[in-house]
């Protein structure tokens, strides 16, 4: 099956991982626009973590045949430096312009204070006006607390459910975000989070309607091959082949081909390895011409 | 073949004259500008002055590629951004959606980095509706622009009154980086007429050394000089002495100027024991034999 990564933020990772995961049947993948691990402390390395998501990680994704898309917004952690914020919010449209930019994200709460809600809000709202979806981050702690204010939340803005993605969900969220009308996804982590078999027994229990299941994989331990082995812990306990497809493809491009922004038949099957991205390549020490 | 012969506006889209219609030598509204192409970047050492060159022979190449939707979508962006200038920073963006990113000559060549594309056109016609206003957006939209936003910006220059204060920082931009789309959209008549000699001749050079050929920069004939001569001679002489090839498009240039102690040093390169060193050298003067004769024919 065609395997679509709806989350997973590539700038942290290493060409080895891209190898491995066209190897694995990926052919898409979804870079939504996160923190760096440590926060940024000016617009200008905003606007070039943006412009790289645009520019060079699109170009190394596509020399191994993998189409790169991305979400563009304000993380709710740095939504905390409000004056930052401000100006991170400001320069936004701009990029929510672009070619390949299929939502608004991650955008939510991280310590659910009072800042990280008004830029929520703020970018439900831009989401609305560039008719795009969003996706949604949810916390790490009180995580149903959390989710259940994002819900109201994005009830309160102008986006119908079907639009808006929320995001590393657990057994104790999924069932209200699924009966709030929103799409709901699962990051498989190697330890936190979701693990396979725990999907596995929600997918048993509730179906596959309004699913998406993701890796998240970033700069910390993750492992961007988690979608393919989910595919895999479902074919074992005895899904059929259209379910796995269905999950790991269909879902993804019909909730971010809303965007209208999705380009899926760009890629050459071979890719050139040669080709540079403003005069750069990812070969080292061979010219690529 | 992209010069204007007689001061009319030409639009030459990567060396071909548009479905056979010639344009050469009309001129538009009884302006003469000076030979002005805009695939083929011909500018020939006139000066733009502050007057710059007509849009709407663009608009109506743009028009005939376009259908109905995209012409409609278009018609409507101009006359937003014409009465919201700041509005053209998210519609800047989204053009190649509604219009497409095929060359704006049907026939180009795949890979030509001096072909305009569909975009581009579009782009320049945007920047161009407005007016005045166009100054003041430009700096922001060629910093968050992507690489089809910066060629599109380069190409519009010279359609544009804007301050040199602003159009000449993004041309010099361009030709620092290793981008052939956007060295190429750089070096159109906007910055033929700005750049000084040294400068033009880094340019070309920038040109040779990353393959951007030389043949869609049409004023250069002009603006050759001996020191740009000499350049290129030196460029041939260390391909040479390193054993490889010398493109064969830089040899008008030099021989034009025939700088003497460079042109002996790489036939002296001809009776050099090693033998790549002797190979290069028949290689590049055989290749140099043959432009000439095809430049005297």
């Known amino acids: 099956v065609r395997i679509f990564d709806p989350h997973v933020h590539m700038t942290s990772r290493t060409t080895d991982d891209y190898e491995a995961m066209a190897a694995a049947g990926i052919e898409a993948l979804v870079e939504p626009a996160f923190w760096l691990g440590q926060p940024r402390t000016s617009l200008g390395s905003f606007v070039d973590y943006f412009d790289a998501l645009l520019g060079w990680e699109r170009f190394r994704a596509g020399q191994f045949g993998i189409r790169h898309h991305c979400t563009m917004g304000l993380n709710p952690k740095e939504a905390n430096d409000e004056p930052l914020a401000r100006e991170v919010l400001d320069v936004l449209p701009r990029y929510l312009a672009k070619d390949r930019v299929v939502a608004v994200g991650e955008i939510g709460f991280d310590a659910m204070t009072r800042a990280e809600e008004r830029a929520f809000v703020a970018q439900l709202e831009l989401a609305a006006a560039h008719d795009l979806p969003v996706l949604v981050h949810t916390p790490h702690r009180d995580k149903l607390v959390g989710t259940m204010r994002s819900l109201e939340l994005v009830a309160a803005s102008p986006l119908v459910p079907s639009r808006v993605l929320i995001d590393h969900n657990n057994e104790l969220t999924f069932e209200r975000v699924l009966a709030s009308g929103c799409w709901c996804g699962f990051t498989i982590y190697p330890d936190t989070k979701m693990d396979e078999a725990r999907f596995v027994r929600i997918v048993e229990g509730h179906g596959l309607e309004r699913l998406l299941v993701n890796s998240a994989a970033d700069w910390g331990r993750s492992d961007p091959l988690k979608v393919p082995k989910t595919a895999a812990a479902l074919r074992a306990a005895g899904f059929p082949e259209r379910d796995v497809a269905r999950l790991v493809w269909d879902h993804p491009v019909a909730f971010f081909g809303q965007s209208g922004r999705l380009e899926l038949d760009d890629c050459a099957p071979e890719p050139d390895r040669a080709a540079t991205f403003a005069g750069s390549s990812i070969l080292r020490g061979v010219r690529p011409r | ?297």
Do not use: M
């Not at chain 2, 740009?228 to 391909?239: N, P, T």
């Open chain 2, 1 to 297: 073949v992209g010069c204007a012969q007689d001061g009319g506006h030409v639009i030459s889209l990567g060396g071909r004259s548009l479905g056979g219609r010639s344009l050469g030598g009309r001129s538009l509204g009884g302006r003469s500008l000076g030979g002005h192409s805009l695939g083929g970047h011909s500018l020939g050492g006139h000066s733009l002055g502050s007057d710059p060159p007509d849009h709407r022979q663009l608009e109506r190449v743009l028009a005939a590629r376009l259908d109905a939707p995209a012409r409609r979508w278009l018609e409507q962006a101009r006359g937003e951004v014409a009465r919201a200038p700041g509005a053209i920073a998210t519609i800047f963006p989204a053009v190649a959606r509604a219009v497409g990113r095929g060359p704006l000559d049907p026939g180009a060549r795949a890979g030509d980095v001096h072909a305009w594309t569909l975009d581009a056109a579009a782009r320049t016609l945007l920047l161009v509706a407005l007016g005045p206003a166009a100054g003041g957006e430009l700096t922001l939209l060629y910093r968050h622009g992507d690489a089809a936003e910066r060629c599109a910006i380069l190409r519009a220059l010279a359609f544009l009154s804007v301050e040199d204060t602003v159009g000449v920082p993004l041309v010099e931009d361009a030709l620092r980086t290793n981008d052939l789309y956007l060295i190429a959209a750089s070096l159109g008549p906007y910055a033929f007429a700005r750049l000084d000699d040294a400068a033009l001749a880094q340019a070309v050079l920038k040109c040779v050394f990353v393959g951007v050929p030389l043949s869609g920069l049409t004023g250069l004939d002009e603006r050759a000089t001996p020191e740009l001569a000499g350049a290129l001679a030196r460029y041939a002489q260390e391909r040479v002495a390193a054993g490889r090839e010398v493109p064969g498009e830089i040899w008008p240039l030099i021989d034009r100027f025939q700088p003497a102690p460079e042109l002996v040093a790489i036939e002296a390169e001809l009776t050099r024991p090693e033998l790549d060193r002797r190979r290069a050298a028949q290689s590049a003067l055989a290749g140099r034999a043959v432009v000439g004769a095809r430049r005297g024919s």
